[in-house]
């Protein structure tokens, strides 16, 4: 028997059990097995997210709504859903909150919930604002230095000291002297849900 | 401690002195964590993953517990030795095929392992011998807190531990237990078997299917969700499900036994027969053969053998070990004539190889 996937003559014969179609076999050569096995071990279910996400967006939206859908940003990491939509991985914590009625949906479609009851941290971090605005001031920061503006980059570098020291009371994401024009509170009980009003700091 | 002090080593997880470990090899749990200041492994740009990398190793190695733990940056590592690690399932395939800036930390005795910047900032993972997934969820309980105690983890009040992958989105968990069911393969059961379980929320899958004329029967089980449920549920299902896999693994061995002990001794003969006198062998051989041989051990058709040195030759005989064991680097078929005289050193003269 021959390789599905090339000439060489398929060594591994690998069984998929779980499809709901019921068991599938795949014959493989030795190197394409290896290719196979790394992409869709039991840890990653991937292949069957892309699938779940493909049909319930394909149910829900018209072909408008999901090219608005796709263009959709992350304000933090700037991964678009489109992105998100090929690679089935997110850009940052952020993006549960931005894109949080695109997710729920598919998060009950993968889980059968939508809340979390195991381990929590034992401590708070922190809030999750004030984590999101290091992430976005460590790339203003870069931008700065890529743009020779060395003293920019130089007051970027101590707000994130400052912010990563836990001085989070004092300097909140709406109030720090930046460009960005959030006004959302710092902290709060309600966590990064909390962030949701500030979804248009910059692009 | 070098690699090539672990190479000639035995895994914790391999000794098979865990419960059930003639069917069961070994128990697994990994928890996906992420820093909740960096964005996720995929969308950090170089520097930020140089950050998140020495970040996460600084506090690893300030952890006193843990002065006897290997700290590997893969950047810097040849490919064999990535390889190696693969192999001794330190770490993922992913993980050694990936570039950029990331690490694993390894607990000699291989209890655990830490892996930084692969999906995920960190992925730790536990494993234990046999059917044991009560101790591999204590270990890496403790594991996480320590960790947790020293790094701001991304958690969201209601989603819980955030990840790349929704898939892991919650406890970030998932259980998993490696099983070697020769016998349900032989009577062609093992479908039956794994269907009857399909409804409860379990994965399952074949690493090398039957039909096959190359095979290991192993299969592994793990929990499909990581949202919703506790750690200890997700726990209890998978240590639900495993026992009664085990059951129709050994009833499926004593049909094998009373209805046709003859045929299959001389099966589990001739493949120990072909192991320790063939004079190349490739690795998917090998494995076809060492997982009768396995099956025979534990019948008790093969007496000379430990259950222990059949484990780790399984892992032994895969091409980065026999490169690190023989030292240097070998073409596909200089391995399979390694990987043959290697095979009757440890099971030639009644396996001379059962001490550990
Ligand atoms: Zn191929
Ligand atoms: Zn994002």
């Known amino acids: 028997m021959k390789c599905q996937q090339c000439e060489k003559p398929a060594t591994f014969h690998i069984t998929e059990l779980t499809e709901p179609t019921g068991p599938v076999m795949v014959h493989l050569c030795e190197e394409h097995a290896r290719v196979y096995l790394s992409q869709e071990s039991a840890d990653s279910p991937t292949n069957a997210l892309a699938g779940i996400l493909a049909k319930q967006l394909k149910l829900e939206q018209t072909a408008e ?56 941290p034992r401590r708070a971090s922190g809030s999750p604002a004030r984590q999101h605005r290091i992430i976005q001031m460590r790339r203003e920061m870069q931008d700065a230095i890529s743009n020779e503006d060395y003293e920019r980059a130089g007051e970027l570098r101590d707000q994130i000291r400052d912010l990563e020291n836990g001085q989070d009371e004092t300097v909140d994401p709406g109030s720090a002297r930046s460009s960005v024009g959030s006004s959302e509170a710092s902290d709060s009980s309600a966590g990064i849900q909390e962030e949701k009003n500030g979804g248009e700091i910059e692009g | 401690m070098k690699l090539e002090e672990l190479a000639s080593k035995c895994g914790e997880w391999l000794r098979g002195s865990g419960p059930e470990p003639d069917i069961v090899i070994s128990s697994r749990i990994r928890l996906a964590r992420n820093l909740a200041e960096f964005p996720f492994v995929r969308r950090a ?202 059951e129709y693994e050994r009833k499926a061995r004593n049909f094998l036994i009373n209805e046709s002990e003859q045929d299959l001794h001389d099966d589990v003969s001739r493949a120990y027969g072909i192991l320790c006198t063939a004079k190349k062998i490739s690795s998917e051989e090998t494995l076809h053969y060492l997982s009768k041989v396995r099956m025979g051990v534990n019948l008790g058709l093969i007496r000379s053998i430990a259950i222990e040195t059949i484990n780790k030759l399984f892992v032994h005989t895969q091409p980065a070990h026999l490169q690190k064991l023989r030292g240097q680097q070998l073409s596909v078929a200089d391995r399979n004539i390694e990987r043959a005289s290697y095979l009757q050193g440890h099971l030639g003269h009644g396996g001379q190889a059962n001490s550990p």
Request: aromatic content about 6%; proline content about 2%; glycine content about 6%.
């Open chain 2, 45 to 246: 740009n170089a520097d930020e993953r140089s950050q998140i990398s020495k970040k996460v190793r600084g506090k690893i190695e300030s952890i006193k517990e843990w002065d006897h733990l290997l700290y590997l940056e893969l950047q810097n590592m040849d490919e064999i030795d990535r390889q190696f690690l693969v192999e001794r399932q330190l770490m993922s395939r992913e993980m050694a095929d990936s570039e950029g800036d990331r690490g694993v930390a390894i607990d000699t005795e291989e209890r655990f392992s830490v892996m930084v910047n692969e999906e995920d900032h960190l992925r730790i993972q536990v494993m234990c011998s046999g059917l044991d997934l009560n101790t591999a969820w204590e270990t890496i309980n403790t594991i996480d807190d320590l960790l947790e105690s020293r790094l701001n983890y991304a958690f969201h009040d209601n989603l819980g531990y955030l990840t790349a992958c929704p898939t892991n989105v919650g406890t970030g968990m998932r259980v998993s237990v490696m099983l070697h069911l020769p016998a349900l393969v032989i009577t062609r059961e093992i479908e039956k078997v794994f269907r009857s379980l399909q409804k409860i929320n379990v994965a399952v899958r074949g690493l090398y299917g039957e039909g096959s004329q190359y095979m290991g029967d192993f299969y592994q089980v793990s929990n499909q969700i990581t949202l919703g449920r506790t750690e200890q549920d997700l726990v209890a299902t998978v240590n639900e499900v495993v026992p009664r896999i085990i």
């Open chain 1, 65 to 120: 709504q999901l090219a608005k859908l796709d263009k959709k940003t992350c304000p933090v990491c700037g991964i678009t859903f489109a992105e998100f939509r090929q690679e089935g991985r997110l850009g940052c914590g952020y993006d549960y909150v931005c894109f949080e009625e695109d997710l729920t949906p598919l998060l009950l479609n993968i889980h059968g919930a939508k809340t979390h009851r195991g381990k929590r």
